[in-house]
Structure formats: C-alpha cells, structure tokens
C-alpha cells in the first residue's frame, strides 16, 4: 500500500490558517493492533506507573501482565479470535487490564454502561451474540439476571467477577459516601448454563497464550449507540479506527510519556476510552483513574499527582470550582484542559482562563467517529463553539434533503469522512446504509446533528435532528425509554420530551397516557419509581405527567415535537 493510499488527502479549509502550526492535517498511522500499545509501553517503560487508583500504582510490567492473565483465563473458557466479550464495570483498573486481555486473547470488546438494569443488559447479551463477560461484583447480579433471562441458548456460559477492592490496598482514602459501595463483598452470582470464575482464578491462570494475530482491519470494539428508532445498535470499530484517533489525539493535545492525566470520564463510553485509556497507554503516560466523579476527590488528585491534562464533561468543571474547599487546590499543573457533551458557560471558561491562563478546548465527536471528529484548536479556541474538523477528517455542512452544500454560516446536518469513521452497524445493514451518503464522490458519515460554520471555519452546532435529550452529557434517547416504559402494565402510551434543567442542561419527561383499569391506581412516583428499578438511572423521567391523551398526526404517529415545543414554551 503506498503512502497516498494510506494517508487519505484532507483538501485546504478556511480553519487551516488556525491550524496548530506543529501539526500535520493527517497522518499515517501504525499498521498494528491495539494490543501492540500496551506491549511496547511495558517494554519502553516496565516500572513506570501506568495506572494510579487511590493509595495503588499499577507499572506498565504488571499491567500488561495482568491483561496477559485475562487473555490466558478467557482462552481456557473457549473463547475464539473475533469472540465478542462484555466488559461491565466502573472506571478501575481491572476494567483496563480487561479490555486489553480480551484484545490479547484475538477477541473483541463489547463495553457496557455499568448504569444498565437487566431488562437492559439482555439486549447486549443477545446482540452481539456474547457468551462469555467480565463485570465488577456489584453489576454481576443484574448480568446474571439478565442471562438467566433468555433462552438457554443464549445465555452466558462464563462470568468473570472481580471486586473493586481488588487494585486497592489496606486503607485508602476514599470518599466517606463511597466507603460502602467500594467495600463491599458480594456473593458470586450463578449461570445455569455455564460458570463463574474469582479475579485471583484468572490473575493464576497459566495455560499458554495463542498467537496474537489481529490485523489493522479486524474488529477491535463493539460500543453500543442509541438512536431515533429501537434498541440501542453496536458500533464496529477495527483496530485502524481505533489507532487513528488514538494517535492523533495523542498529537493533538501536546502529548508525551510525561503526560500525567485524570481519567474520571467513563471508560465504556468513547472518549474515556480513545482520549483517555488508549492514548494514554500509546504515548506510555500516567493515567490517574476515578470511578465516579466526586468534586473534592478530583481536586485531590490534580493536586497530588501534578496532572497535566484533563478531559472531562463541563458539568464536573462547573461543579469543581463550585466546591467550598475549592482554595485548597492547586491546579497550576494543568497544562490542557478540555471535553464535550454539553457546552461550557462563558462565564466558566472566562474564569478558568483568567485564574490559570486554560483555555477550555470543547470538542465534539459520536461513537461512530471515534470520539473526537471535531476539536478547537488547543492554541486557537473559540467557545461555545465545536471547533474544526479533527486530524484527518473533512467534515461540511449540507442540506439534509438535497444533499447540496451550505453556503457559511448557514445551517445543515454535519457530515464527516475520515479513517476513524465506523465500518457499519452490527448485523444491522439497513441503519449502516441510511447512516451514511455519497458526496463529491466519496462517503460520508451523517451526524444526524444540525450546524454551521462561519467565516473562519469552526463548527457550530444548532439543533438535532435525531431525537434526543443531553443530561449532562449522557445521550439519551426517548425510542429506547419509551420502548422500556411500554413494559410497565399500567401504560397505554408514552412520549419523552426533554425539559430544561439547570444543572444538567435537560433532564427527561415523561407525558403518559394510563391504561383505564390503572387509572386512579397509579401515580406519577409510581411510575418514575418503577423506571428507576429498570433502566439506567440518568435515562429516567425526573418528572411524569399523565394526559388523557396524545397528540396524533393523521398517519397515527405521536407528535413528539409538538410536545417539545409545549414545553420549551413554558
């Protein structure tokens, strides 16, 4: 393959004059799998630490011990090269050393929101046709309730379980509300078509490894993504995909093995997982981990480990600076600071730039672009602004029904082609056709999201036209809650809206029409309480209102939007 071949020409745009002077516009990425990341760090630097997790450092040697471990257990289970295995657990180091053992062992991940209830949990079991996961003990429950579920057929025939306190030692420091959750024992859980297997199990497992063998092209990950219809859809992503953004996002913020960064964003989710996990492995860095956010513990560990870079959802800056013990922090070492998923407050990003010189850079980027496909220039920011299109990507704005270009400044649907687009959908042809369009010959990838781009070249974004709702930064998606909230016996109908929320930007609402044996039986708390039993807990309605009825076109479909606009109206 030659070099031309390799690195697809990204044509000249306005936004280039903005361009970070030390940057190429795309590059060539290594023909190797994501596996070999964590294999050279280990050899580049053994006793380095390559994960801190409260009072426990783990080296780049142990680490990558430990995800030979999981690759021998998992092989010694039967599991095959392009196996799909779930991955279920809160941001912690087994969480990683995981990921990169299913990776060793020829395998593919499939991570999971560690917020899914079991009615939830069965369709990533049933989907990607999984049969083997690994789970923190406290998720392990739900995941076996959700295999034990299904058809016999179906259901998982190993469980990996490892508890927290596994990568913690005697006495750490961790917050008091978390004492109990992070602490806790709990029983191992059973399958009826299979069995379930202790971290200590797999961390003593000795059977020889098989060859690596998984090329660039090979599937690597299988993150789930919602939508405007139906059940959530996996996302095929190779291991070319996945090096791209992960080399270039290394580049893009200045990164080096010095790098020392906090990794409090979701590793399930793409951008803890490109931007935080993969990156920081790639350029052999020092990742600090945090399992949930806690504003005073995250202000803890900048301080503490001098942490250079920070990527994060602006909720948890605004929250940071809002803490009374805020003073006692020293955030001096921050060298770059940035994220996405909902937009900064002026007001905020002012102030960090006036009290520590940051300038927060926003970026914005799907599940299919592999995180990040557009970025603000570290050196060159605009706020409330998405910023240009990322390393290698050409992205443009166009009418959504002509197909034709904007003219500046004009909105459309943003669309983008790069080497970290997404192959398709799994097993779902249909959506990947309609997902994507061909444009001045090539294929690009339709966002689904509604902006513009001024006169310099930045993207702004200005509406949807997918359906859905950003509760501080987690995307939910009504179809999916809605088809969730048809299980209760007592709903005839239900249509979710978002409504203002100041905190998180938008929370859900629920507008319900009960069924007449339920009514007056039922109330609103009844319903929110039984949402909150079944589906992860930031896709539930805050609030409930139950209608006589709803608003219908003549086709019969509910008029989602007019509800929106009712309530955005008051």
């Not at 739900?142 to 006495?171: F, I």
């Not at 005073?296 to 920070?310: F, K, Y």
């Not at 926003?362 to 970025?375: D, I, Q």
């Not at 929320?501 to 319903?527: P, W």
Request: net charge negative; charged share 20%.
């Amino acid at each position: 393959m030659n070099h031309a071949e390799q690195v697809p020409a990204v044509p000249e745009r306005a936004h280039h004059r903005f361009w970070p002077k030390r940057l190429p516009h795309s590059i060539q990425t290594p023909r190797t799998s994501m596996w070999f990341n964590l294999e050279v760090s280990a050899q580049r630097y053994p006793d380095k630490p390559a994960l801190v997790f409260f009072d426990q450092s783990v080296s780049y040697s142990e680490l990558k011990h430990q995800a030979e471990r999981v690759a021998s257990h998992l092989q010694a289970k039967g599991v095959k090269a392009g196996d799909r295995v779930i991955l279920l657990m809160q941001n912690c180091p087994q969480w990683i050393a995981s990921y990169y053992g299913i990776l060793r062992a020829n395998a593919v991940v499939v991570p999971v929101n560690p917020m899914n209830r079991a009615e939830e949990l069965k369709h990533y079991i049933t989907d990607p046709d999984v049969r083997v996961a690994i789970s923190a003990a406290d998720l392990a429950g739900e995941l076996a309730k959700a295999s034990e579920a299904l058809p016999e057929a179906q259901r998982l025939q190993h469980l990996l379980v490892t508890h927290y306190t596994d990568a913690v030692g005697a006495q750490p420091e961790v917050p008091s509300t978390w004492v109990a959750w992070l602490e806790a024992r709990h029983p191992q859980p059973t399958l009826s078509a299979g069995d379930v297997s202790d971290w200590s199990e797999a961390m003593a497992c000795t059977q020889a490894l098989l060859p690596h063998d998984r090329a660039p092209e090979d599937l690597c990950v299988l993150p789930y993504t919602s939508g405007t219809t139906g059940l959530p859809k996996g996302c095929m992503h190779t291991h070319a995909s996945m090096m791209h953004n992960t080399v270039a996002a290394s580049l893009w913020g200045n990164g080096s093995s010095e790098n020392t960064a906090l990794l409090v964003v979701p590793l399930f989710h793409i951008t803890g997982m490109v931007t935080g996990m993969h990156t920081g492995i790639y350029l052999g860095a020092t990742t600090v981990l945090m399992p949930r956010w806690d504003r005073d513990l995250a202000g803890q560990l900048i301080s503490t480990w001098r942490v250079t870079s920070w990527t994060n959802i602006p909720t948890m800056v605004i929250d940071l600076l809002a803490s009374p013990h805020f003073n006692q922090y020293d955030l001096t070492s921050l060298a770059y600071i940035g994220g996405g998923g909902a937009a900064m407050p002026q007001a905020v990003a002012q102030r960090l730039q006036d009290a520590y010189g940051l300038k927060f850079a926003e970026g914005y980027g799907l599940t299919e672009t592999a995180a990040p496909s557009h970025s603000n220039p570290p050196d060159a920011p605009k706020q409330q602004c998405l910023g240009v299109p990322f390393i290698g990507v050409d992205s443009r704005v166009i009418d959504p029904d002509t197909l034709k270009e904007m003219p500046m400044g004009e909105a459309g649907e943003i669309i983008m082609r790069g080497p970290s687009v997404f192959s398709g959908y799994w097993k779902r042809p249909d959506a990947t056709e309609a997902a994507f369009v061909e444009f001045e010959g090539q294929r690009y990838f339709r966002s689904g999201d509604l902006g513009r781009v001024d006169e310099d070249g930045y993207f702004f974004i200005t509406d949807r036209l997918k359906r859905m709702i950003n509760a501080s930064g987690f995307k939910v998606w009504p179809a999916e809650v809605e088809a969730l909230m048809f299980r209760h016996p007592a709903i005839a109908e239900a249509c979710v809206i978002g409504t203002q929320d100041d905190y998180r930007g938008e929370s859900v609402k629920a507008v319900v029409v009960l069924r007449a044996e339920a009514r007056g039986q039922v109330s609103e708390q009844d319903i929110v309480d039984w949402c909150r039993e079944n589906m992860a807990v930031y896709k539930c309605p805050k609030v409930v209102q139950f209608v006589e009825a709803l608003p219908k076109s003549g086709s019969g479909k509910v008029m989602w939007r007019l509800l929106q606009e009712k309530e955005a109206d008051a």
